[in-house]
């Protein structure tokens, strides 16, 4: 059955620093995988886009990695920023048409001062 | 540009009426996306487009729901009847779709939702 998992369910940090979030899947075939950030109320935002053959790719101060190996992606944040607080959600698309998309349930993030 | 536009922001209704939701993809997007996003199942895909063209419906939940696009500028979502189990927010998105009609790797861009109460 094709899932995303995603750890933690939420997180509470401290303005300034880093932290990374994780996403396991069992997607076959795996097309690309997403990472999005949701602020609340808000539709939403497209961070990074990786397909099979990439293995790291940074927007700023987020950068995602995929290991499709062990089908694993990380989403790490670096010196974070009040304006951060919002959810990650990991979204794996399946088969080469990229038609079926897998859903993580997110992950919450806090940040404080 | 402003963005991917839904109307109406918040809607509630009774169970058993008619809802249209409604959507203005970005200029020049010819890839549209309906998704619904609850606390217990996050975000699903309902379906997408594609030149004006479903492509995908499999993830639309059940005849009640109906979705069209009569032109490149607008697309909507009709639940009828509604029941409360559709209470959701409703995000609408679009793509550049150069990868044609399955959207690969193409940054979809979403509007802020329909939060949607059906009583």
């Known amino acids: 059955k094709n899932q995303v998992e995603q750890s933690p369910q939420s997180l509470i940090i401290l303005e300034g620093k880093n932290c990374t979030l994780q996403?396991?899947?069992?997607?076959?075939?795996?097309?690309?995988l997403r990472w999005y950030k949701q602020d609340t109320g808000r539709g939403p935002v497209s961070l990074t886009i990786?397909?099979?053959?990439?293995n790291t790719k940074s927007n700023g101060r987020y950068t995602a990695t995929l290991d499709a190996d062990t089908k694993q992606s990380s989403l790490h944040i670096t010196a974070s920023q009040l304006s951060d607080s919002a959810s990650y959600i990991c979204?794996?698309?399946?088969?080469?048409?990229?038609?079926?998309?897998?859903f993580g349930k997110g992950t919450t993030l806090s940040v404080s001062s | 540009d402003a963005g991917v536009i839904q109307s109406p922001r918040h809607e509630v209704t009774e169970m058993g009426q008619e809802v249209t939701l409604r959507c203005k993809p970005i200029?020049?997007?010819?890839?549209l996306f309906w998704y619904r996003q609850t606390m217990m199942r996050g975000l699903e895909l309902l379906i997408y487009?594609?030149?004006?063209?479903?492509?995908?419906d499999s993830g639309m939940p059940e005849d009640r729901f109906s979705a069209k696009m009569p032109n490149a500028s607008f697309s909507t979502l009709k639940i009828q009847p509604s029941e409360p189990r559709d209470s959701a927010v409703y995000f609408c998105?679009?793509?550049?779709?150069?990868?044609?009609?399955?959207?690969?790797?193409?940054?979809?861009?979403f509007g802020p939702g329909t939060r949607l109460t059906v009583l």
């Open positions: 200029s020049g997007h010819n890839s």
């Open positions: 990786m397909t099979f053959s990439e």
């Open positions: 996403c396991n899947y069992t997607v076959s075939p795996f097309s690309n």
């Open positions: 979204v794996v698309s399946a088969n080469q048409a990229g038609t079926a998309l897998i």
């Open positions: 487009f594609n030149n004006n063209v479903p492509i995908d």
């Open positions: 998105a679009s793509s550049s779709g150069l990868a044609g009609p399955y959207f690969s790797t193409d940054t979809q861009y």
